[in-house]
């Protein structure tokens, strides 16, 4: 659990993150490196409580299996959730990362993704992808790694790593719109304004 830790704060620090959740430092430059963190402009489509700033949390206690991942539109709110199966009873969400990024990349190798969009999202969150405990590895995640909704804002999602405990996800957008997280023990969901 401790070379998992690891692997993610590295990760979310390669992002332009920091160890600690709470923090609030600026991005450093580079290819993977996210987008500054200004706000455009409040419109009339903005959700109450909507952020383009990095949001970052939970614990990496709970290290759940990821089960599914589910898109919708309903009532001017486009969701993109991925769901979690936790053991026991944990009171966080397993830790993740989410931020705005100049381009998309895979886990461990740094090859570009192309995802459709104008601007992109990226989804990191320390969870169980695959089972290890046998002989072979098992899939435990078995839907798509790639969807094309076509929402008026949600463009494309697309995994883009499970490496080493933690699972990677993109979000193609159609114009850089600022969103909310609900992060649960049992999920963690963006929520964007249709525009």
């Known amino acids: 659990m401790r070379r998992i830790a690891a692997a993610f704060l590295l990760l979310a620090v390669g992002c332009g993150g920091s160890?600690?959740?709470?923090?609030?430092s600026s991005p450093s430059p580079g290819p993977t490196s996210p987008a500054p963190t200004v706000s455009p402009s409040p419109?009339?489509?903005?959700?109450e409580g909507a952020s383009c700033r990095k949001h970052r949390g939970g614990d990496p206690a709970n290290f759940p299996p990821f089960t599914e991942v589910s898109i919708e539109s309903d009532d001017g709110v486009e969701r993109v959730e991925f769901r979690f199966e936790p053991e026991g009873d944990p009171e966080q969400p397993p830790w993740y990362f989410v931020s705005f990024v100049d381009e998309l990349?895979?886990?461990?190798?740094?090859?570009?993704?192309?995802?459709?969009?104008?601007?992109?999202?990226?989804?990191?969150?320390?969870?169980?992808?695959?089972?290890?405990?046998?002989?072979?590895?098992?899939?435990?995640?078995?839907?798509?790694t790639e969807f094309a909704p076509g929402l008026s804002?949600?463009?494309?999602?697309?995994?883009?790593g499970d490496f080493e405990g933690v699972v990677s996800w993109g979000i193609g957008l159609s114009s850089k719109t600022c969103f909310v997280v609900d992060a649960e023990p049992d999920r963690l969901r963006l929520e964007f304004p249709a525009v």
Request: proline share 8%; no cysteine; aromatic share 6%.
């Open 19 to 24: 160890a600690d959740p709470a923090a609030t």
């Open 43 to 47: 419109t009339s489509d903005d959700l």
């Open 105 to 144: 990349a895979t886990d461990g190798e740094g090859a570009p993704v192309e995802v459709a969009g104008e601007a992109f999202v990226l989804v990191s969150f320390m969870a169980q992808g695959v089972d290890l405990s046998g002989e072979e590895p098992e899939p435990i995640y078995t839907g798509p």
């Open 153 to 160: 804002t949600v463009l494309e999602v697309e995994q883009t």
